[in-house]
């Protein structure tokens, strides 16, 4: 087998998308034969060892079945594949899927909702990439109700950790007593970018759901469950990419 980058050799694994995987090496997770990896390093999988979160990782196949579910993600699970500090993560929801699954993007551990998993390292960079615009919608509990002045802030081209932010369309669902519903529509995905638009315009988030994805939503779908996507969503998040 010929030599590979080791980004390559976690996304074909089925563990996380390439850009995940530069993430982690250059946090020091990943070995290779023992020695800490390095960024644009290549390795050949069926003699190199290669070692994360203190687990030989293995069963490289990049011939293996594609797998794309949809997970409704509980409260309280990191969207990771494993954690060395021993909480949990998503994938201990899929265990059952017959393959390892790895998350596309990230819901932060106090949030819920949608949450696509799959075993395609070059599908997961598509949707991923700052250029892919397909829409995330949020359903957002706020404390207090929003004035016009703090929506205004909400829906301005924020700067998020140095990052000026595309404009978030944000409307009031409903409201009552002192907290408002949120729907709040993203074209992209900063770290924990509506919790820090909330905090920019000094309103506490209560709960945070992601309900869509484009023309994808939970449905029936209870948390902690999922499911398997059709081929008809597989081949609108590909096409949405591809149009671009």
């Not at 920019?200 to 945070?208: I, N, Q």
Request: with cysteine.
């Amino acid at each position: 087998m010929k030599e590979i980058r080791l980004q390559k050799y976690f996304s074909d694994a089925g563990i996380m998308s390439r850009r995940a995987a530069e993430a982690e090496i250059q946090a020091g997770k990943v070995k290779v034969n023992g020695k800490p990896a390095f960024i644009g390093q290549k390795i050949i999988p069926s003699i190199d060892t290669v070692e994360y979160g203190g687990k030989i990782i293995d069963g490289y196949d990049n011939d293996n079945k594609k797998t794309y579910i949809m997970l409704f993600k509980p409260r309280g699970y990191l969207s990771s594949v494993v954690d060395d500090r021993g909480r949990k993560c998503v994938t201990d929801l899929v265990k059952d899927a017959g393959t390892r699954l790895y998350p596309v993007g990230r819901l932060d551990m106090d949030s819920d909702g949608l949450l696509l998993m799959t075993n395609d390292g070059e599908f997961t960079n598509n949707l991923t990439h700052p250029r892919h615009e397909i829409p995330k919608i949020y359903r957002v509990k706020v404390k207090p109700k929003p004035s016009a002045a703090q929506l205004d802030i909400l829906r301005s081209p924020l700067v998020i950790d140095g990052y000026k932010i595309k404009s978030v369309k944000t409307e009031v669902v409903s409201s009552e007593d002192d907290t408002a519903l949120l729907e709040m529509t993203l074209f992209e995905g900063r770290n924990r970018q509506i919790r820090k638009m909330c905090d920019a315009a000094e309103l506490r988030v209560v709960s945070l759901t992601r309900v869509a994805i484009g023309s994808l939503t939970l449905g029936t779908i209870k948390p902690g469950k999922w499911r398997h996507l059709t081929e008809e969503e597989v081949s609108y998040l590909k096409i949405k990419k591809s149009m671009e």
